[in-house]
């Protein structure tokens, strides 16, 4: 199987190209610069020239707040690049892998979203990776659709490491307490990935590492498991300001993943050690 690699140059596109090569499958990865999805010519060119069995679609534009100020340009790469990929992938004859977010949901309630419940999302960028979903059922049948949330991994940047760096000059940190979800490590995400393009078994996922907690807690456990002396204090959203809004509930079911079944990821606590391990924080 040929497989290619959107967005290779970003946490999750690299781990996923990392774990082709672990397995000796043929594959190119590209970053945003060797193939920009919003040009609907280059990436006819690129991707035919390659002619690949598989895509993965890790590129995204994922500055959640940036996108407030710049709609366009979310848009363009989330929604209309990801329409690009879907319609070259249809004239290949080439499955699909597409990454979206749990910011399909408008974030509202205290049990996890299945992959069957309605979407409505509040925010630019929750909207253009729906749109993106949207356009890629369109285009194609042999399609996946894998929503995950807090994500964090080796290459770029990402809550875990902001909490590191910011440990280094502050000993009190306000962070959010009543926003609920599951974060998502890229090294346990890129194999499952890996393992559904070589299934035909379509449709929506949603995939994270199991267990569940708020951004405050995973700010303690960082800090507890490096051993930084920081001490967290609890905000409300409301005390926490953002441009685009950010849904208090960000949990995921995952009924439709192990009905599939794919094994479910390693709890969030190994997966933040093994993590910290990787980055060299502990």
Known sequence: MRVFVTGAAGQLGCDVCRELERRGWEYRGASSREMDVTD??????????????????????T????AEDDPDACWAVNAE?????????????????????????????????????????????????????????????????????????????????????????????GVVADQIGSPTYTADLAPLLCDMIETEKYGVYHATNEGECSWAELAEEIFRRTGKTVKVDRLT???????????????????????????????????LDRYLKEIEAI
């Not at 609907?40 to 534009?61: N, T």
Request: proline share 6%.
């Open 40 to 61: 609907a010519a280059a990436v006819d060119a690129v991707l035919g020239a390659y002619a690949p069995d598989a895509v993965i679609h890790c590129a995204a534009w």
């Open 81 to 173: 690049g990801t329409a690009n990929v879907a319609a070259a992938c249809a004239r290949l004859g080439a499955k699909l892998l597409y990454l979206s977010t749990d910011y399909v949901f408008p974030g509202t309630g205290e049990t996890p979203y299945k992959t069957t419940d309605p979407v409505g999302p509040l925010s630019v960028y929750g909207k253009s990776k729906l749109a993106g979903e949207q356009a890629a059922e369109r285009l194609l049948d042999r399609l996946f659709i894998v929503r995950i949330s807090w994500v964090f991994g080796k290459n770029g940047k990402n809550f875990v490491k902001t909490m590191l760096r910011l440990a280094e000059t502050k000993t009190e940190l």
């Open 63 to 66: 500055k959640v707040d940036a």
């Open 237 to 271: 959203t409301e005390q926490y300001p953002a441009k685009a809004p950010r849904p208090r509930n960000s949990r995921l079911d995952k009924g439709s993943l192990t009905a599939a079944g794919f094994a479910p990821l390693p709890d969030w606590h190994d997966a």
